[in-house]
């Protein structure tokens, strides 16, 4: 009798094992097709290879084609290429918000925030309207930009210029600039190629270094919104205008 109870006991916990191990088991196949059903509306034009369960708990691996994203278990949150997305639905569509971007944002405005006027060079004097501008002479579409500063100031707006030395000579170049009578047309000098008077003074040019590799910057011309939004490249007035007015 007692021996027979064992037996019974241990056939028990074998069937629980086994019920409790397929539901598991079919509880992520759930998550898994509720995902690929989700995903299907979310990128109607992919084609997704697989999904599957990473060793973090919650988070779930797309291959689609060579790409990999992250997804959360509730299809919510979206990690790839290093950003994190949310994802909400509107009316029939989804609409992705990067989270990451906006923290480095956030980011980007603290640290343009603490630097005065005074320590850079600033064209226009509005101050309700501005961008803060990473340049550098030696770059061909930064002079570029620096041919439409006056279509900037007409349309009312500031251009606070923080400049990036790379070569030692650059550098005495725009500390001249910096200590001359007149460092806006001595700096504007620079942009056209001409030579100007060497000078040197107490500057912030070397603190303006400190500052762009705070950025993180690595190409030229870098342009940031007063919200801190990051625009790369060379772009025309009327766009980044209107991205000031929107």
């Known amino acids: ?52 369960k990473t060793e973090v708990e919650n988070i ?26 949310r994802v909400e ?15 480095a944002s956030m980011g980007r405005k603290n640290l343009l925030d603490q630097i005065k006027d005074e320590s850079l060079f600033v064209y226009g004097n ?18 570029k930009f620096h041919k439409d500063i006056p279509i900037y100031i007409e349309s009312g707006v500031k251009v606070k210029y923080l400049v990036l030395t790379r070569k030692k000579s650059s550098k005495e170049k725009v500390i001249s600039a910096w200590c ?7 700096f504007t000098s620079l942009n056209n190629k001409e030579k100007i008077p060497k000078s040197n003074c107490n500057n912030p040019i070397q603190a303006q270094q400190d500052i762009i590799s705070s950025l993180g910057v690595s190409s030229t011309p870098t342009i940031y919104l007063p919200d801190g939004t990051l625009i790369l490249g060379y772009k025309k007035p009327k766009e980044i205008i209107e991205k000031l007015e929107n």
């Open 1 to 52: 009798m007692q021996k027979s109870s064992k037996s019974i006991i241990k056939v028990t916990i074998i069937l629980f094992c086994f019920i409790f191990n397929s539901s598991v088991a079919n509880s992520k196949d759930e998550v898994i097709l509720a995902l690929e059903k989700k995903m299907t509306k979310v990128f109607p034009t992919l084609k997704f290879d697989k999904i599957r």
């Open 60 to 85: 779930y691996e797309i291959h689609y084609g060579g790409a990999i994203i992250y997804i959360t278990y509730d299809g919510k949150y979206i990690f790839e290429g290093g950003n994190l997305q």
């Open 89 to 103: 639905k509107e009316g029939k569509s989804f609409v992705f918000t990067n989270l990451t971007e906006i923290s």
């Open 126 to 143: 509005s101050e309700k309207k501005f961008i803060s501008v990473v340049t550098d002479i030696d770059c061909p579409y930064c002079r």
């Open 180 to 186: 001359s009578n007149n460092r806006n047309s001595a």
